[in-house]
């Protein structure tokens, strides 16, 4: 096995990627359904979720509205409060993940890879989810907290956790790692800038932005549907 200041790196997104769902979406929607946040906030995003389900609209325009949901109608709302429903999401859902990323984190985890997570949800509950998968570290989206506790709307450091390939780079040097034989599991273009940078990118369920690319590109595509894993 390679020493601590050799580990290569093997870097996943989490939502789509290794949950079966949105960590963000699932919180939001918890949120409204307790009252924390008022309907409106559902509504928000309501006809851009048909559209996607209905395959009429893209998921990119989708999980944007949710993000601008979380951070609207989140400002003033006790941290604590958010954070411990998160908890609660991810102790019950934690283990609805796709059989292929589930396999290969356990694979990647065994031969002494570094996992690292890196996902535009809120950090404090993709902390949760990573911890509960055996990741080494794990990077989200920052909402900032005032003096109260409670969010204040505000993002801190947003230009960073933006560019996941910043975020790879950062933890990569912070941690003393290698992309020797490194690995990046995305599926949608936001994942792009950061499966240039490892040795063996991934492209997992993509949409068509990024399966485009990684044909392109020749990076593995692999898709899972029901039961069934498969190469494209």
């Known amino acids: ?42 509504k928000s995003y309501e006809n851009a979720q048909t559209d996607w389900l209905n395959r009429k609209g893209e998921y990119e325009p989708f999980i944007r509205k949710v993000v601008q949901a979380f951070g609207k109608y989140a400002k003033g709302a006790p941290y604590g409060e958010v954070a411990d429903i998160a908890g609660e999401i991810i102790e019950a859902k934690h283990e609805r993940v796709y059989r292929y990323t589930r396999d290969l984190v356990d694979d990647l985890k065994g031969k002494g890879y570094f996992l690292l997570a890196i996902s535009h949800s809120p950090k404090f509950i993709v902390d949760g989810f990573a911890y509960e998968l055996g990741f080494d570290k794990s990077y989200g989206t920052f909402y900032a907290t005032g003096a109260t506790n409670r969010f204040t709307g505000e993002i801190e450091d947003e230009h960073l956790i933006m560019n996941k390939a910043a975020v790879l780079k950062r933890a990569v040097e912070k941690e003393k790692l290698t992309f020797k034989n490194s690995y990046g599991v995305g599926d949608t273009e936001s994942d792009v800038s950061m499966l240039t940078m490892v040795e063996n990118p991934i492209a997992f369920n993509p949409n068509r932005i990024l399966y485009r690319h990684a044909k392109k590109h020749g990076w593995q595509v692999v898709v899972e549907r029901k039961d069934v894993v498969y190469e494209m």
């Open 1 to 42: 096995m390679a020493s601590k200041t050799e580990r290569p790196v093997a870097v996943f997104d989490i939502d789509g990627t290794l949950f079966r769902s949105s960590l963000l979406i699932e919180l939001v929607d918890e949120l409204v359904r307790r009252e924390i946040f008022p309907p409106e906030a559902r």
